[in-house]
């Protein structure tokens, strides 16, 4: 038995973080027993555990957390680990993580510090100290606005980019812990460098500067504690000392200059720094209050992985262009090794237009990177930006650009890598990769619509769609968290609006559904797959004021109808059922969707209220989800019970949020819908996100199958074929001839519509939980001979979960099921003699004859649209019914949308039905090998 992978608030070892609660986890593996006997989490001061502070013991405690009861101290190293025994009697303990917090609430003796008015370079702030005796332990605690990097003795310390990070500046300031494990005998020099970053450089739709403040600063106290048990604070005051930087300028969108000599010929001497003793009253630092100061919520936005220059390519134009074959968000680092004054420019691209460099879609961002040498051999990258690319136009490069002089830099998040899907198509192995990689790149510290143009906010809508797909392919407990802060802090402008993104430069009340309804959905799910009352906790004010919100603009607007019908909304944005393709909405009535997902909203916020024992609220909230309900009923669905809203869209969110008076009725009509639309998408980002996953609800596994495999336009695998390796903002971003579509919008990194891997994971692969935390599953997955082998794996809160199936040339499925331990899962294999298995903890093999030969997927209700990706059964077809064969393979949609049972009772076709129907036999026999 082994216990691993103990987390304290979903972080591994989290040092100098805020924490509203302290919440263990763990995992058990390797092992027999089924179940837990017993389990014992301690908490220490001391890696040896001498004095134990807490204990909480017990067979129920919950591997997927358990709140530990401690009152932490500032500045404060903490040590846990967890035993576990099982039931056949082996026990492990876990190896000791250590949990650190940082200043808290404690008072700041520093005062921040900055250059003179006049001095608006960036600047480097410096302070030299003496050590003259043993040190035990060292630790920084400070920040800088807009972004710093520490360096001790010339050294950068920690591998953190980016930080502090974005917040909302009016109330938050998140603090940075460092420790300074490389304190020198004697002389050491700590420097901060300062860039503008999200605080003061451009950002923003109105493409505006300094909106918090307009001066670089920084405020740090270094903690120091000696071997003979004395203590030191240095604070940064009057006797710290600052120049300029090499760098000459930095910015989200333009990017960065780095001058080597920038202060060649000019004078740049160390000076005293201006201390800021009352920011508040300064307009250029009136965000700075030490009451925003606050330990981090930001996971460390880290180098995660390296990516190789895969080609260089001399363009028809003559341009150097790097092409690191993969899209992702984050910077290139170089070997410099030039002559003084060399200046070297870098470009961002995402796509070549007749194999020419193009970045007209990124809009007003430059996406630049410029170093100028000074002749000295070194590494060379950007410190104070990030960028969204795959393609990078070198200029200034003396003699051959080689590609191993590069180095691509995937910037994201540390999240943890939780889900795992191989298939047997490589197409659709690319488009999961491709959803991971949108993921990545759009997950740095927030949730961001793109990473590339003049644009990267945290826009809530695309945060909402993706956060189930997210939370199965990596570990979203604490970075949602953090965002769940963010969130709220802006709420609290706007009066319980959600605002349509973060940050919402001026608190514009601009709130809608679906964007808005972030504040119920993500918490929402978080606790479907973690299971953490305690983050629903934390999360309920939020989603209850949002919910309030709605219902008080509702009766202000004319007294209560109980619909959301009185705010600007996106709609169905994007889709493809507008007015034209390129229209920026769908045809789905407004109020319709908005009062679909008030109804979910409310119903969230009364499910949220019954596990939190909050009974006033339930019964609140549940009156209001009846009226919603009614009042929606009443309004879209005729008498007789059809849907009214006769659109994609209007049938997805009525069949997932349960608006319906007759389910199958409901079912029957967006069937009708979908061969009216002859199986093309047209949903936007309410329709096409969830398609899928409520086909698979409902039982329409092979038509969800149809949409996730089609290759033409719109489609997912048309974006795979034209060579995507990220999800486009459009359907339509690329045309068939490459040429990317012109529209002032479009990001070829947006992750919303690789919302659909949620189906893979929970339909086709077929986990999913039956209780929040995944501590039960429901494994039961749905073949289908395009793809005939699925790997899937989950490591959920609860532990890995498993399903990998096959489906055998003869025939037989062959199907590897992992549940983890202390887990148990409700089983459905596929055409298995017992309908459901119960299983615990462990590993199973199935082999077996299925009661439905999965090789046979035709029957008479197979549309023509189906068969014309199968020359074989086409020729089938033909050997009978020639004509019909010919009409299939002809691609014309239209009657591609039609099955064989449709054309038997079209006798106008030229057709014998007799013949047709001896086709309709054969294929109904027909193997696909």
Not at 217 to 244: F, L, N, P, R, S
Not at 680 to 694: D, E, N, R, S
Not at 834 to 843: H, N, S, W
Request: include cysteine; charge should be negative; charged fraction near 25%.
């Amino acid at each position: 038995m082994k216990v691993t992978d103990v987390k304290i608030n979903g972080i591994a070892s989290p040092m100098g973080f805020h924490m509203d609660y302290v919440i263990c986890s763990w995992k058990v593996s390797g092992t027999d027993s089924k179940n837990q006997a017993d389990a014992l989490i301690e908490v220490s001061t001391g890696k040896d555990f001498n004095t134990v502070l807490y204990t909480k013991k017990g067979k129920d405690l919950k591997q997927q957390g358990e709140k530990l009861d401690i009152v932490l101290e500032p500045r404060t190293a903490y040590y846990c680990r967890v035993k576990i025994t099982g039931d056949k009697g082996d026990s492990a303990v876990s190896d000791a993580v250590c949990f650190e917090t940082g200043k808290m609430d404690e008072p700041w003796d520093a005062v921040w510090i900055a250059s003179d008015k006049e001095d608006t370079f960036h600047p480097l702030l410096q302070k030299t100290i003496e050590i003259v005796k043993p040190v035990k332990r060292a630790r920084f605690y400070g920040t800088g606005v807009g972004m710093f990097e520490l360096y001790l003795n010339g050294k950068k310390i920690g591998d953190e980019y980016l930080a502090p990070y974005i917040t909302e500046y009016e109330t938050t300031i998140q603090t940075i812990t460092y420790p300074l494990n490389e304190l020198l005998n004697g002389s050491n020099t700590i420097g901060i460098m300062l860039g503008k970053g999200w605080y003061m450089g451009l950002f923003g739709l109105e493409l505006k500067k300094n909106n918090f403040g307009s001066r670089m600063t920084a405020i740090a106290e270094i903690h120091i504690e000696y071997e003979d048990g004395t203590k030191e604070v240095i604070c940064t005051d009057g006797t710290w000392e600052y120049k300029g930087s090499l760098v000459e300028d930095s910015g989200i969108y333009d990017g960065e200059i780095y001058n080597e000599l920038l202060w060649e010929g000019k004078e740049n001497p160390w000076k005293k720094v201006d201390v800021i003793t009352e920011p508040e009253k300064d307009e250029a630092t009136k965000n700075l209050a030490k009451s925003h100061l606050m330990d981090r919520l930001s996971l460390p936005v880290l180098a995660m992985e390296d990516i190789a220059v895969k080609e260089v390519i001399t363009t028809p134009a003559g341009e150097t262009v790097l092409d690191f074959g993969q899209n992702f968000a984050g910077f290139v680092e170089f070997d410099a090794d030039f002559g003084k004054g060399t200046k070297i420019v870098l470009e961002c691209a995402e796509i070549l237009q007749e194999g020419n460099f193009y970045h007209g879609n990124y809009r007003d961002a430059e996406s630049k990177f410029t170093y100028i040498s000074d002749g000295t051999k070194k590494k060379v990258r950007p410190h104070f930006t990030f960028f969204g690319f795959r393609y990078i136009r070198v200029t200034g490069w003396p003699g051959e650009c080689k590609k191993e002089a590069f180095t691509g830099k995937s910037l994201y998040s540390a999240v943890e890598r939780t889900g795992y899907i191989k298939t047997s198509s490589e197409k659709i192995n690319r488009l999961y990769e491709n959803t991971l990689w949108g993921l990545k790149s759009n997950f740095i510290d927030m949730p961001t619509d793109c990473p590339q143009r003049s644009e990267r906010l945290g826009w809530t809508g695309d945060a909402q769609v993706f956060a189930p797909t997210a939370s199965y392919h990596v570990d979203t407990l604490a970075f949602f968290h953090k965002f769940f802060k963010d969130l709220r802090d802006e709420q609290k402008h706007l009066d319980g609006a959600m605002p349509n993104f973060i940050p919402n430069m001026g608190h514009k009340e601009s709130a809608g559904s679906v964007w808005g309804d972030v504040a119920t959905f993500v918490p929402e799910t978080m606790f479907e797959y973690y299971g953490n009352l305690d983050e629903l906790e934390y999360a309920y004010p939020m989603m209850k004021d949002w919910a309030e919100y709605i219902d008080r603009n509702d009766e202000a607007n004319g007294g209560r109808n109980y619909m959301f019908d009185f705010a600007d909304t996106f709609g169905d944005w994007l889709a493809l059922d507008g007015m034209t393709p390129t229209s920026f909405k769908g045809s789905t009535d407004d109020n319709y969707i908005s009062s679909v997902y008030y109804y979910r909203s409310v119903q969230i916020v009364k499910q949220a209220a019954m596990r939190l024992g909050k009974d006033e609220d339930v019964a609140r909230y549940g009156k209001l989800e009846e009226e919603i309900k009614k009042a929606i009923l009443k309004e879209f669905f005729t008498p007789s019970g059809r849907l009214a809203v006769d659109t994609q869209a209007a049938y997805v969110i009525a069949l997932k949020f349960g608006i319906y008076h007759d389910k199958e009725k409901l079912v029957k009509q967006f069937k009708t819908r979908l061969k009216k639309d002859m199986y093309q998408i047209k949903g936007g980002f309410v329709g096409a996100p969830l398609l899928c996953t409520v086909m698979g609800e409902a039982g329409m596994y092979e038509t969800a199958y149809d949409f996730l495999l089609k290759e033409t336009y719109p489609g997912w695998l048309f974006e795979v074929n034209m060579g995507a390796t990220t999800i486009w903002e459009r359907w339509n971003s690329v045309g068939e001839d490459g040429v990317i579509s012109d529209t002032g919008m479009n990001s070829l990194n947006h992750y919303s519509y690789g919302s659909v891997m949620e189906f893979v994971y929970a339909y086709a692969a077929g986990i999913r939980p039956a209780e929040p935390g995944f501590a039960r599953a429901i494994i039961a997955p749905h073949p289908d001979i395009r793809l005939r082998k699925i790997d899937c794996s989950f490591n959920s809160a609860s532990g890995k979960y498993v399903c990998n199936f096959e489906i055998c040339k003869d025939g037989n499925m062959h199907v590897e099921i992992e549940i983890p331990f202390n887990c148990e899962a409700s089983v459905e294999l596929p055409g298995y003699k017992e309908k459901t298995i119960g299983l615990k903890a462990g590993r199973y093999v199935y082999d077996y004859q299925p009661e439905t030969d999965f090789r046979k997927p035709y029957n008479r209700n197979t549309r023509l649209g189906r068969l014309a990706g199968d020359g074989k059964a086409i020729g089938v077809l033909a050997k009978y019914a020639p004509a019909i064969a010919g009409i299939a393979a002809s691609g014309d949609p239209e009657m591609g949308a039609n099955s064989l049972d449709d054309i038997s009772h079209m006798g106008y076709l030229p057709f014998e039905p007799d013949k047709l129907e001896q086709a309709i036999a054969e294929l109904e026999n027909f193997i696909v090998e």
